[in-house]
T-cell receptor, first 115, second 115 residues
Framework: KQEVTQIPAALSVPEGENLVLNCSFT??????LQWFRQDPGKGLTSLLL?????REQTSGRLNASLDKSSGRSTLYIAASQPGDSATYLC??????????????FGSGTQLTVLP | KAGVTQTPRYLIKTRGQQVTLSCSPI?????VSWYQQTPGQGLQFLFE???????NKGNFPGRFSGRQFSNSRSEMNVSTLELGDSALYLC??????????????FGPGTRLTVL
């Protein structure tokens, strides 16, 4: 059974800092890994999806990397801003023959960027 | 293109009642998945529908059911509500391309409170 862990559970940084969020998963036979952000009481916004054949994906100030062999992914946020404050979640589909849309989520990292 | 919409946004019910939640996917998306989010358990997969057929089901009791219509809209039903069913219910849609390696887009959720 796939398990996803995110460390740290919470992170507070001053505006302008570069930061890294971590995600680890137990079964490396994944189709892809997706990063989301969730604002309080809201739905999830997809940030990046990395296919299993890729090592990283970039979107603006965000860069996500994937190391399947070690079961890890990182989300790098450059020049953080107060508007980046949210909970960041990573999710993977099941390994093997399961649906790639049956995601297992980590518990998230709650990020606060202080002005 | 309009995003995923969910109705209603908020619901208050009492124990023993039943409830139906609705989800309209992004136009052209054929897969709809449902998730339950609670502070204690985090995000958990409920089920996925594709072409009006349930393709996958998470580990939830039979009180949780769903269906999908020919226009890809989906409904989720919870019967005999329990206090523990209080949660944010999220719906996600995806194109469901070959291999299933595609991004899921989430709606804003329906906040269900059971009294």
């Amino acid at each position: 059974k796939q398990e996803v862990t995110q460390i740290p559970a919470a992170l507070s940084v001053p505006e302008g800092e570069n930061l890294v969020l971590n995600c680890s998963f137990t079964d490396s036979a994944i189709y892809n890994l997706q990063w989301f952000r969730q604002d309080p009481g809201k739905g999830l916004t997809s940030l990046l999806l990395i296919q299993s054949s890729q090592r990283e994906q970039t979107s603006g100030r965000l860069n996500a990397s994937l190391d399947k062999s070690s079961g890890r992914s990182t989300l790098y946020i450059a020049a953080s801003q107060p508007g980046d404050s949210a909970t960041y979640l990573c999710a993977v589909p099941p390994s093997g023959a399961g649906s790639a849309r049956q995601l297992t989520f980590g518990s998230g990292t709650q990020l606060t960027v202080l002005p | 293109k309009a995003g995923v919409t969910q109705t209603p946004r908020y619901l208050i019910k009492t124990r023993g009642q039943q409830v139906t939640l609705s989800c309209s996917p992004i136009s052209g998306h054929r897969s709809v998945s449902w998730y339950q989010q609670t502070p204690g358990q985090g995000l958990q997969f409920l089920f996925e529908y594709f072409s009006e057929t349930q393709r996958n089901k998470g580990n939830f009791p039979g009180r949780f059911s769903g269906r999908q219509f020919s226009n890809s809209r989906s409904e989720m039903n919870v019967s005999t509500l329990e206090l523990g069913d209080s949660a944010l219910y999220l719906c996600a849609s995806s194109i469901a391309g070959q291999g299933g390696s595609d991004t899921q887009y989430f709606g804003p959720g329906t906040r269900l409170t059971v009294l």
